[in-house]
C-alpha cells in the first residue's frame, strides 16, 4: 500500500463538528472490528466514576496521620502506591513532593497534559489550558494569585514540570485547624488543587470563592486562540 | 525549530479555576474521544510518544485552533491512517470500506479494561551502563540548535529550558527514550534525572529569581558544566 506523504493531513478529511468526528471514527472502526464499544462505555466509566481526587486525598491523610507511612511514601512512593494497588496508565512513576513552612511546590505539564490519572483522575480544564501551561514555570506567583493564592516572598515556589514518565502529586501541609479530625473528615480537607499545588487544603465547610466560571472551551480571556491543548 | 505545543514560559492569558466544580467530562463526545483513543491505542501499533508526536505535528493552525480533545481526534486520525488501519477515503466517508482487507487485530474488550488502565505502560528500563551523572551535579541542557529537536522531531526537553544550567536532584533510573521510541526507532532507554534550575537562571524576568523549576531529562540533553 503506498504510503501517502499526506498522511500527517488526514485529519482534515473528518467533518468539522467533534462530536460528528467522534461518530465518524468510533463507526469506521467498530465496523472494521477494530474496537469493542463496551470497553469504550468501560473507559469512560472507569474515569468518571471510579478514579478521580478522592483518592489522592485518601493518601494525603492518611500521611498526614502516620508519620511511618508519610516517610516511607516520600523515599519510594512507587513501591507504597504498587502495594496500594494505586499505579496505573499515566502513574506508573509517581513521586511525591512535600510542601514545607520554607516550600511550596506546583505542578504542571508545559509540553502537553501529563498529570498523575491513578490518584487524580482526568486533568481539569484549566489543567490543560494554553494560559497554565504557558506561565506556570515563569509566572508562577500571578498564577496562584488567580486561584486566590498568595503566597509570602519568604516561601520559595518549587514548580515541577512533567516532562518525562514521572508525575508528580504535592503533600500539602497540614493546617492546624484539623487537629483531631480522621477519616472521611479529614480527608475532606484535601482538595484537588492543593495535591497539584494551585490551592491549600481547605475547610469543606468552606465555599469555594465564588467567581464566575465562563466556559473555558470558549472564553475570549485567552490571548492564545486556544484555551485547551494536549 | 519549536513546534506550538513548547509553550512553557510563554505570555498567557487568565487562568480560570474551577476549584473542583468542573464535571470529568465536560461534553459527552469528550469521554467518547478519550476512551476510543486509549482503546486505539491498546491495538498497540502504536505508543503513547507517537501519539504525543502525532498531536505536535498536527498543523500549527490546526494546533492553536483545536480544542484538548479535538487535538487528540486529529492525532488519532492520521495515526490510524498512517499506520494503514482506516484509509483516507474511510475517513472521508465515515464508515469503513467493506471491500477493505481484513485486518488482524485483537480490540481492547470491557473485561480487559480495568486490568489494562490498572498496568499502565511503565517505562523503567534496565541499561547495563552507569548513569553519567549524579546528585549534586552542574549540568548544562542542550541548545535546541545543537540538534536535539529535528523539525518534526520528538523531544521532551522543552525550548524554555535548552542552553540553561541546571543542577541534578535526582536520578529515576533508566527510562524509554521519547526522542527514539515516538518514531518508532526502538526504546533506547537512558537514564533519566530530575534537574532543578533557578528561575532566574531561565527568564531574565523572573518573578522571583530564587523560585526553583524542576525537570525530568534525559542524559542525552545534558553535558557537565564546565566552569
Redesign the interface.
Given at each position: 500500500?503506498p504510503?501517502?506523504h499526506d498522511?500527517?493531513?488526514?485529519?482534515?478529511?473528518?467533518?468539522p463538528d467533534?462530536?460528528?468526528?467522534?461518530?465518524?471514527?468510533?463507526?469506521?472502526?467498530s465496523?472494521?472490528?477494530?474496537?469493542?464499544r463496551?470497553?469504550?462505555?468501560?473507559?469512560?466509566d472507569?474515569?468518571?466514576n471510579q478514579i478521580?481526587?478522592q483518592i489522592g486525598a485518601d493518601i494525603v491523610a492518611r500521611a498526614w496521620q502516620d508519620p511511618a507511612f508519610k516517610e516511607r511514601l516520600l523515599k519510594d512512593s512507587e513501591a507504597v502506591l504498587g502495594e496500594m494497588?494505586l499505579?496505573?496508565?499515566?502513574?506508573?512513576?509517581v513521586?511525591i513532593v512535600e510542601n514545607t513552612e520554607d516550600t511550596h511546590n506546583l505542578v504542571?505539564c508545559?509540553?502537553?497534559?501529563c498529570y498523575p490519572w491513578?490518584l487524580l483522575?482526568?486533568p481539569?480544564?484549566?489543567y490543560?489550558?494554553?494560559?497554565?501551561?504557558?506561565?506556570?514555570?515563569?509566572?508562577?506567583?500571578?498564577?496562584l494569585a488567580?486561584?486566590?493564592l498568595e503566597l509570602p516572598?519568604s516561601k520559595?515556589?518549587?514548580?515541577?514540570?512533567?516532562?518525562?514518565?514521572?508525575r508528580y502529586l504535592v503533600l500539602p501541609e497540614r493546617p492546624v485547624e484539623t487537629a483531631g479530625l480522621k477519616g472521611k473528615a479529614l480527608r475532606d480537607w484535601v482538595?484537588?488543587?492543593s495535591m497539584i499545588g494551585?490551592?491549600l487544603p481547605k475547610d469543606p465547610k468552606m465555599d469555594?470563592?465564588k467567581?464566575e466560571?465562563?466556559?473555558?472551551?470558549t472564553?475570549p480571556?485567552?490571548?492564545?486562540?486556544?484555551?485547551?491543548?494536549? | 525549530m519549536k513546534k506550538p505545543h513548547d509553550m512553557g514560559g510563554l505570555p498567557g492569558g487568565a487562568i480560570i479555576p474551577d476549584f473542583g466544580k468542573e464535571p470529568v467530562f465536560k461534553e459527552g463526545w469528550h469521554g467518547r474521544a478519550l476512551a476510543l483513543t486509549l482503546a486505539a491505542g491498546a491495538l498497540g501499533r502504536w505508543n503513547l510518544d507517537a501519539s504525543r508526536n502525532a498531536r505536535e505535528c498536527l498543523p500549527a493552525d490546526d494546533y492553536n485552533r483545536f480544542s484538548y480533545y479535538e487535538k487528540w481526534l486529529a492525532g488519532l486520525a492520521n495515526l490510524l491512517v498512517s499506520h494503514q488501519l482506516v484509509s483516507r477515503e474511510e475517513l472521508k466517508d465515515r464508515r469503513a470500506d467493506k471491500n477493505a482487507p481484513d485486518i488482524d487485530a485483537n480490540p481492547l474488550s470491557a473485561a480487559k479494561v480495568s486490568a489494562v488502565l490498572k498496568t499502565g505502560g511503565p517505562t523503567r528500563r534496565k541499561v547495563a551502563v552507569a548513569p553519567r551523572f549524579t546528585v549534586g551535579d552542574f549540568v548544562s541542557t542542550k541548545s535546541l540548535q545543537q540538534g536535539v529537536s529535528q523539525p518534526n522531531n520528538h523531544t521532551r526537553l522543552p525550548y524554555y529550558a535548552s542552553g540553561k544550567k541546571g543542577r541534578i536532584i535526582a536520578c529515576h533510573d533508566a527510562h524509554i527514550l521519547p526522542d527514539s521510541h515516538a518514531h518508532f526507532n526502538g526504546e533506547a532507554p537512558e537514564y533519566l534525572y530530575g534537574v532543578q534550575f533557578l528561575a532566574g537562571d531561565l527568564f531574565a524576568d523572573a518573578e522571583h529569581p530564587e523560585d526553583e523549576i524542576c525537570l525530568d531529562l534525559f542524559e542525552s540533553y545534558l553535558e557537565p558544566l564546565k566552569i
Open positions: 500500500m504510503h501517502d498522511d500527517e493531513h488526514a485529519h482534515s478529511l473528518l467533518p467533534p462530536q460528528l468526528q467522534v461518530k465518524a471514527l468510533e463507526t469506521i472502526l465496523e472494521k472490528g477494530l474496537i469493542d463496551p470497553a469504550l462505555d468501560a473507559i469512560i472507569v474515569y468518571q478521580g481526587p494497588e499505579s496505573g496508565r499515566q502513574g506508573e512513576h513521586v504542571v508545559t509540553l502537553c497534559s491513578p483522575g482526568i481539569p480544564s484549566w490543560k489550558s494554553d494560559a497554565y501551561r504557558r506561565r506556570a514555570v515563569h509566572s508562577p506567583r500571578s498564577v488567580e486561584f486566590g516572598d520559595k515556589i518549587r514548580v515541577w514540570d512533567s516532562t518525562a514518565e514521572i482538595t484537588r488543587d494551585t490551592g469555594a470563592p467567581m466560571v465562563p466556559d473555558a472551551e472564553s480571556a485567552e490571548t492564545s486562540p486556544a484555551p485547551e491543548t494536549g | -
